[in-house]
């Protein structure tokens, strides 16, 4: 393994490789593919929390987990005008030293090929150009950057020469600009709105349940178990008074195309899948869809969600990401009702919960859904 310091390179083998952020405290990360301007050609150069893949899929991100995000690339399959791709980090509150460590990690699957740590005193910008892949020679290099950059997300896309959407919009026919908003739902804020637009229908709705996986095994290990399986479902309410659970357990993994438009997408019982789980809601359906509360429950494993940092991720196309973290478990209580999709005038109404129960008939009970339970198995 190699280690670099600020300012030092290292090669690179052409092949599949993922760069691993790890840090304290709050922040997200990006990427930019540059040409031979330095700049940016689209926005599909650019890859963040509301675009998590570039087009052709060479540089894809998972930041599911809060402190650990993952960029995976694929090198072989670059376009050879690329010259180069950046990496950055920003955060919204404060500044780059709160986050106490950035720590910079390059893995071939399982083993590490390059680690480099981040100076952090002094450091007084709201932003961080981690480090950068680029081709000399005909062989690929990571240089460790390490430099601080003034401004936040916004600056910095624009410095790599992004369209970013501003306040108040201008329309733009030929290219929508990029979107750098999102919505994280907290106690002080626990409801937001999603309009339809125009007489469009809202989409694919994507909700994604992801923990961090490490530290789930680590809290088990006292109790004889292996890493926590958190499921993720839904109790759906459709507008003819039809209601359905959506879950792993008893294998009712609802459908999507017909009713109730609302299905699980498999089941991660391993914990091993690093974009977690995911359930799909139809939303050219939606004007059917009464009410949809979001759960996850912990399948296998010590009923303990403190330091899990499990985060739910509503997407909807054309829309901010609406995200919530489950952080406020007691120990004991194996389920969390998480939040409510609510059919408001066609609008999608998402209202923070965060309540936690000793079993799912416990928080049947407490929103009076009014379902008739049995024990059942995956």
């Known amino acids: 393994m190699v280690t670099l310091s600020?300012?030092?390179n290292a090669p690179l083998p052409t092949k599949d490789l993922d760069i691993v952020v790890h840090f304290g405290g709050k922040a997200d990360v990006s990427s930019f593919r540059l040409f031979g301007n330095g700049k940016t050609r689209a926005d599909s150069d650019f890859v963040f929390y509301n675009q998590t893949v570039n087009d052709d899929r060479t540089v894809e991100l998972n930041d599911a987990e809060q402190q650990r995000k993952v960029f995976k690339l694929r090198l072989g399959q670059l376009k050879?005008?690329?010259?180069k791709l950046a990496f950055s980090m920003t955060v919204d509150k404060g500044t780059i030293s709160n986050l106490q460590h950035v720590d910079l990690m390059v893995m071939d699957g399982a083993n590490q090929l390059i680690s480099a740590k981040v100076p952090m005193q002094d450091r007084i910008e709201k932003a961080l150009i981690l480090c950068e892949v680029y081709k000399r020679n005909g062989e690929w290099k990571i240089r460790f950057v390490s430099q601080g950059f003034n401004g936040g997300l916004e600056p910095l896309a624009k410095h790599y020469?992004?369209?970013v959407e501003s306040e108040p919009?201008?329309?733009?026919?030929?290219q929508t600009p990029v979107n750098l908003s999102k919505v994280t739902l907290t106690k002080s804020q626990k409801t937001v709105s999603l309009e339809k637009k125009s007489n469009h229908a809202h989409g694919k709705i994507k909700v994604n349940l992801n923990w961090d996986r490490k530290k789930s095994g680590v809290l088990n290990v006292f109790a004889g178990g292996s890493s926590v399986d958190l499921d993720l479902g839904a109790f759906v309410r459709l507008k003819n008074g039809e209601q359905f659970v959506i879950q792993a357990l008893g294998r009712s993994?609802?459908?999507?195309?017909?009713?109730p438009f609302v299905q699980l997408q498999g089941d991660d019982r391993t914990g091993d899948a690093s974009q977690g789980e995911w359930l799909w809601i139809n939303g050219g359906k939606w004007d059917q869809i009464d009410e949809v509360l979001i759960f996850s429950f912990i399948y296998k494993g010590t009923p303990n969600w403190k330091g899990l940092n499990a985060k739910t991720t509503v997407l909807v196309d054309g829309q901010p990401p609406v995200e919530t973290s489950l952080d406020e478990g007691k120990s004991g209580l194996s389920c969390c009702a998480i939040a409510r999709l609510i059919n408001v005038d066609s609008n999608i109404h998402i209202e923070r919960v965060e309540k936690y129960f000793r079993g799912i008939q416990f928080m049947d009970k407490a929103f009076n859904w009014g379902f008739r339970w049995r024990a059942g198995s995956k």
């Open 6 to 8: 600020q300012g030092a």
């Open 80 to 83: 050879p005008d690329v010259e």
């Open 161 to 163: 020469g992004v369209d």
């Open 169 to 174: 919009e201008t329309p733009n026919k030929e």
């Open 253 to 259: 993994f609802g459908k999507y195309k017909i009713s």
